[in-house]
């Protein structure tokens, strides 16, 4: 029970400098939020965030059919559709994997549940980059042999099978 308000538990910030803070999340504790559900109809859920000190606070409200209103003037159109939303997500890069590796067993844990849990923020998708990008700590690629089309020297790299895998 945190008295905080509705949405995440409060973050235990770190701060690197004037602008530069983190939500620190440890082997005892990481911000998650209470179960995202979706509002009735006509309603709308804001998740905020901001360097005021706000951390994915959430507030409800409903939308208004008068074009009078003041400030920001967001118009929907509900008629039209333009893409399917498949889900959302996350890069497993080889510097990500490096400082995942890097935490305890239960600092792991808090952080895979703040991300992929029903209490975290869902994620449902993770990009994997093919061989090395530049978050590696070495260039590297899966088949260097010139004209190997079949790719009878293709393997994955000690960070694939070690860190991602």
């Known amino acids: ?3 905080c308000p509705p949405g995440a538990r409060p973050c235990s910030p770190k701060y ?6 983190v939500c620190v999340c440890n082997a005892t504790y990481c911000d998650t939020l209470d ?7 006509g309603t709308y ?11 994915l606070e959430r507030s409800e409200g409903s939308f208004q059919r008068s074009l009078r209103a003041p400030g920001l003037l967001l118009t929907l159109n509900v008629s039209a559709l333009y893409q399917h939303v498949k889900g959302f997500g996350g890069s497993l890069s080889d510097a990500a994997a490096l400082n995942i590796l890097g935490l305890s067993r239960l600092a792991q844990d808090n952080l895979l549940r703040s991300y992929f849990s029903e209490s975290g923020i869902e994620y449902n998708l993770i990009r994997l980059p093919m061989a090395c990008s530049d978050f590696s700590v070495r260039p590297y690629s899966y088949d260097d ?14 960070e694939d099978v070690e860190m991602k895998v």
């Open 16 to 21: 690197f400098g004037r602008d530069a803070m």
């Open 35 to 41: 179960p995202v559900v979706l509002p009735a109809p």
């Open 1 to 3: 029970p945190c008295p």
């Open 45 to 55: 859920v804001k998740y905020e965030s901001s360097k005021a000190g706000k951390r």
């Open 145 to 158: 042999v010139p004209h190997d089309y079949e790719l009878k020297h293709f393997r994955l790299a000690e």
